[in-house]
């Protein structure tokens, strides 16, 4: 079953009626209906190529965070060898929002570390939808030492709400355990390397995605905080979230531009939930240029150059 | 420049501005409801004179009595680009700004100054909630790596205040951007040797919280302060039920592991003197009333020498006395 985004409602009716007259003929082999289906095929082709040309903010926060697009341990299943899972902060829980541990890309060694949203209601609430709690950023924090002290560069792939508001995840330093993993982006001597591949949701995302490299998949959103958010705040009314996405520049175009995305992955046409593998596939392919790109660096020119371009940034506005 | 600038906008501004007339003579307490005469207030760093609550204090105010004798210089922060997204709500990001600028009388929302606090030369930073909710954006950034640098050049350490809504939504990712920012700000003390004190002032959130607010060697907060990531609001909409009594003050953070102390703001200037120089090898310092720097005396020179000596001329022309 394809799941629909409500802009997308009348290419549903029309693949509707496609598979619809398929099924008929299906049923009454003497009818001929191929050249109508092939019309409607025709035109829902035309329709989804139109409808993704140019998505809105809020429509591309809307394939960001579409169920059916591929999850964190979707690229780790199909992109890493050998991943061997490693759990738990050591001082109080193992994190399901957050999984990590050792692999191998393309044969060399690595540390990977993913939010996963999961896929179905009792998945997403095993991994509490993306959203980590302090275990899991401490749990980052703990494998990028790993990495740094076994020289293994770190992939990082990010698709978060946002970091968890909950009680305990305060009284256990929400903001301190993100504070940490940002700073370990920035102080570990390795090789950092991130895809944003849904979500990039404030700094539940920014404390994986502080990296050498950064890139983001062509659909995907990174922004300080969520159109709904920020239109309740700055609106006070939540349906002004249209409004808010166009305001807060969070497209990946828009991210390219201002430097903070380094490169943009293309999304297959009706984005990634329409062709999980090539989404997959690409994805690989740009972790590994990015991985190339910093191999001749040693730990102290990969630290300046992190440090070189954040400190850099904002010098570059976008026109209105 | 010329004289427009030089003569009349200041003349003009000190015929307007807030702190030379009071427009208020009393203000309430937010707390305990007391009315307090301004000068009364002033004496007490805002701090109600009643219920010991800590209101709200102007980073200019704190600083007056944060450095030796008031005097302190600006550090100058490098200008952000103004408005990098156009951004537009119900008001425009410009007309916000100017309006801030206008209430508060300060360019943004950190100031950065460098002075003695104790005969201890120190860079601190403080963050304006009167601003724009004190909002992290690239001002913010930039004032963190100018007062690292000052600091790295001065071999000095260097103290925040923080107090902030968390960042600046008019400036989207690039406010987001500050987390990483100010974090490089925070590992270059870290590698340099010298300490980075963060005093936590109501109220610390979102953003600011998540990176320099809470990377601090030693973590001070003020008697009461909202310190969180989350908000009490969001966390009782996502968990719907009622948040403990004091959730997310600075005594609660403080019992849960989160802080080194909670210090009244009357203490905290000579708690910082203690601190700041036990962390640089320093001596102790002399205790009570400083007299006033002038030059070291001579060996030979006798008591009676200057007794009404200027302050330090090499303070310079930003001193606030």
């Known amino acids: 079953m ?40 025709r035109k829902a082709a035309d329709m989804l190529r139109d409808l993704y040309k140019k998505l809105t903010p809020w429509r591309k926060c809307q394939v960001a965070r579409h169920p059916d697009r591929p999850n964190g341990k979707d690229y780790i299943a199909a992109l890493f060898s050998e991943y061997t899972p490693l759990a738990g902060d050591r001082n109080f829980a193992d994190d399901h929002a957050v999984m990590g541990g050792i692999a191998r890309f393309e044969d060399r060694p690595v540390v990977v570390i993913a939010h996963e949203k999961g896929h179905d209601t009792a998945t997403r609430l095993r991994h509490n939808f993306g959203m980590a709690r302090p275990e899991g950023y401490r749990k980052a924090v703990r494998l990028m030492e790993l990495a740094d002290r ?39 001597g390795v090789p950092i390397v991130s895809v944003i591949i849904g979500e990039g949701g404030s ?91 910093l191999s001749g660096m040693d730990r102290d020119a990969l630290i300046a150059a992190r440090r070189k371009k954040y400190l850099g940034m904002g010098k570059t506005a976008l026109a209105g | 420049m010329n004289w427009i600038s030089n003569y009349v906008r200041p003349t003009i501004n000190s015929l307007f501005s807030r702190r030379e007339v009071p427009e208020n003579l009393w203000t309430k307490c937010d707390s305990c409801g007391t009315m307090l005469f301004h000068r009364e207030l002033a004496d007490s760093l805002n701090v109600c004179t009643n219920c010991g ?62 002075g003695e606090m104790g005969r201890t030369p120190v860079v601190a930073a403080a963050q304006d909630f009167a601003f724009m909710a004190g909002s992290m954006g690239m001002h913010v950034g930039n004032a963190l790596v100018a007062g690292a640098e000052r600091a790295l050049d001065r071999r000095s350490p260097l103290i925040v205040f923080t107090a902030a809504g968390g960042a600046r939504m008019q400036e ?22 010298l300490p980075y004190i963060v005093v936590l002032t109501h109220p610390t959130t979102g953003g600011v919280t998540a990176s320099y607010a809470m990377l601090g060697d030693i ?78 005396p001579k060996p030979e020179a006798t008591a009676d020498a200057a007794p009404g000596q200027a302050p330090d001329a090499g303070a310079g022309t930003d001193a606030k006395a």
């Not at chain 1, 992939?155 to 968890?164: E, F, H, I, M, R």
């Not at chain 1, 909950?166 to 993100?178: D, L, N, S, T």
């Not at chain 2, 989207?172 to 040797?193: D, K, N, Y």
């Open chain 2, 172 to 193: 989207g990712i690039l406010s987001l951007m500050q987390m990483p920012r100010s974090t490089v700000a925070v590992q270059m003390l870290r590698e340099a040797g």
């Open chain 2, 219 to 296: 973590q001070i907060a003020e008697p009461g302060a909202l310190i969180c990531f989350a908000g009490p609001r969001v966390i009782e909409q996502t968990i719907r039920e009622k948040l403990p009594e004091g959730f997310q003050s600075a005594e609660y953070l403080l019992e849960h592991g989160m802080l080194d102390r909670v210090t009244a703001r009357k203490d905290m200037r000579d708690e910082l003197i203690v601190i700041t120089r036990m962390l640089m090898g320093l001596p102790p310092a002399i205790k009570g009333e400083l007299p006033p720097p002038g030059p070291a």
């Open chain 2, 53 to 114: 609550h800590h209101m709200y204090i102007a980073p200019r105010a704190r600083f007056d009595r944060l450095f030796d004798n008031g005097i302190y210089r600006d550090v100058p922060v490098p200008a952000a680009l103004a408005d990098p997204l156009q951004f537009r709500d119900q008001k425009r990001y410009p007309d916000r700004m100017r309006a801030a600028q206008r209430a508060t009388g300060e360019a943004e929302a950190m100031l950065v100054a460098e």
């Open chain 1, 2 to 41: 394809t799941h629909y985004l409500d802009f997308e409602k009348p290419l549903a009716e029309i693949e509707g009626k496609a598979e619809e007259l398929r099924a008929m003929a299906r049923a009454n082999p003497e009818m001929d209906i191929e050249s109508e289906a092939a019309a409607l095929d």
């Open chain 1, 150 to 188: 076994f020289g293994m560069p770190v992939v990082t792939l990010v698709d978060t709400p946002g970091a968890y508001p909950g009680k305990g995840a305060e009284e256990r330093g929400q903001a301190e355990a993100i504070a940490r993993s940002t700073d370990a982006c920035l102080r570990i």
């Open chain 1, 203 to 293: 700094g539940g995302a920014v404390a994986f995605a502080t990296a050498n490299r950064m890139a983001m998949l062509e659909h995907s959103v990174y922004s300080v905080i969520s159109p709904e958010g920020c239109a309740s705040i700055l609106w006070k009314n939540a349906d002004k979230m249209r409004e808010a996405a166009e305001a807060l520049r969070l497209t990946a175009q828009d991210l390219k531009q201002l430097g903070v995305a380094d490169t943009i992955i293309p999304e297959p046409l009706g984005g990634a939930q329409r062709d999980r593998t090539g989404t997959i596939e690409r994805v690989g392919t740009e972790i590994g240029k990015m991985l190339k790109g």
